[in-house]
């Protein structure tokens, strides 16, 4: 069997590149394909194969600014050849679940998440308030375009497989198609308690994009006069630091280490955002550490009602902060949650997905 493996692009290693790192040590022999790779930035596991790039990658400016080159995303990745390969695998959360493979090939999208700026998230990335009034009329027709792009390719793709049953559900809705369900992986063997006692703060570990609410937390946690450390960077970091105004601590990206030991001594874990499924909360559950989340999207199918963590009903500052409050009073059992996070562990999600591929690349009479 011949494999490719395409994901998005290669700038860190987010919860995309964790399923390609796993996909990866399954299939050494596999060649990745990616719109953009910044070298570095990925684990050795996935340096080492074949990495193919697209014309993006020589683009200027494009390691920071590669987001701006959106509408080219497109043709970019129409432009690659697949013909060699008998099964494709794409990990998609924009355009990779359109590459044109060859007829006799199979394409298995392992999605996780249909374009969401071009979809329900428009307001979001480009509303007035964001973008100013101009920028938000330039950019309507351009995702509006991106958008029925998006839903005239989704039969290139002969299965999908959505990363929670909130994906599923929205592969539905935008592509009409049917999606089974196989969490993401999470790395439970490394992410686990040592028996440090609590400290007195909340963590948030997250992307500083706009759909993750971090404003929220911040302001919910100083209502709950807890301090708030963040982990993470993104586009979105210099406006959230002035708008904390000394409130939260920013501490960039951080080694696994010192994520680990951050998840380890934290009170409580937040999500302030819907997810799509949402690797930080099982990773923090991983550590015994309980999570307080909004109750929409992907947590509430990783987090356990006042088992796990609490969940928030309303995206509002006082709610959070009222479920902070309780999560630092309530006395949770950190084995209870070690024990729930362990069923989304890597080697699940490799058996699972290496099924999959295996049952993708028999002819159909065998299958």
């Known amino acids: 069997m011949r494999l490719a493996l395409v994901h998005d692009w290669l700038t860190g290693m987010r919860g995309g590149e964790k399923v390609l790192e796993v996909l990866c040590e399954r299939f050494p022999d596999a060649e990745v394909f990616t719109l953009l790779h910044i070298r570095g ?8 194969h074949a990495i193919h790039t697209s014309f993006v990658q020589h683009l200027p400016f494009v ?9 080219l995303f497109p043709t970019a990745i129409e432009q690659f050849d697949f013909g060699r390969f008998d099964v494709v695998l794409s990990i998609s959360h924009c355009s990779v679940k359109a590459v044109i493979k060859a007829p006799r090939a199979r394409h298995l999208c392992y999605c996780l998440t249909p374009m969401r700026y071009a979809w329900d998230q428009f307001e979001v990335y480009f509303g007035a308030r964001r973008m100013g009034p101009m920028g938000n009329r330039l ?3 351009i995702m509006a375009r991106l958008a029925r792009w998006d839903r005239d390719t989704e039969g290139r793709v002969d299965r999908y497989v959505a990363i929670s049953h909130h994906v599923a559900d929205r592969i539905g809705r935008y592509y009409n198609r049917e999606a089974s369900v196989v969490y993401p992986p999470v790395d439970t063997a490394f ?11 909340a963590l948030i570990v997250s992307a500083l994009v706009p759909y993750k609410r ?9 209502q709950a006069g807890v301090p708030l450390t963040i982990v993470g960077d993104g586009p979105e970091r210099a406006g959230l630091e002035r708008m904390a105004n000394g409130d939260a601590r920013f501490l960039g990206r951080v080694s696994d280490t010192d994520l680990r030991d951050l998840y380890r001594r934290s009170a409580v874990v937040l999500l302030p955002g819907e997810e799509d499924f949402g690797i930080v909360p099982v990773e923090a559950q991983a550590c015994g550490r309980p999570v307080v989340a909004l109750g929409r999207g992907g947590a509430v199918e990783t987090v356990e009602p006042d088992e796990t963590g609490i969940l928030v009903s309303e995206p509002t500052v006082l709610a959070f902060a009222e479920a902070i409050d309780r999560a630092l009073t309530r006395g949770f059992d950190a084995g209870v949650i070690r024990r729930h996070a362990e069923r989304f562990g890597r080697e699940r999600f490799g058996d699972e997905i290496e099924a999959l591929v295996h049952a993708e690349s028999q002819p159909a009479g065998d299958a």
């Open 41 to 48: 930035s990925v684990s050795p596991t996935i340096e080492r």
């Open 191 to 201: 992410f686990h308690p040592d028996g440090s006692p609590p400290e007195r703060y």
């Open 139 to 141: 950019m309507r027709p």
């Open 63 to 71: 390691e920071q600014y590669y987001r701006h080159y959106l509408p």
């Open 214 to 222: 971090i404003e929220l937390a911040v302001d919910a946690c100083r």
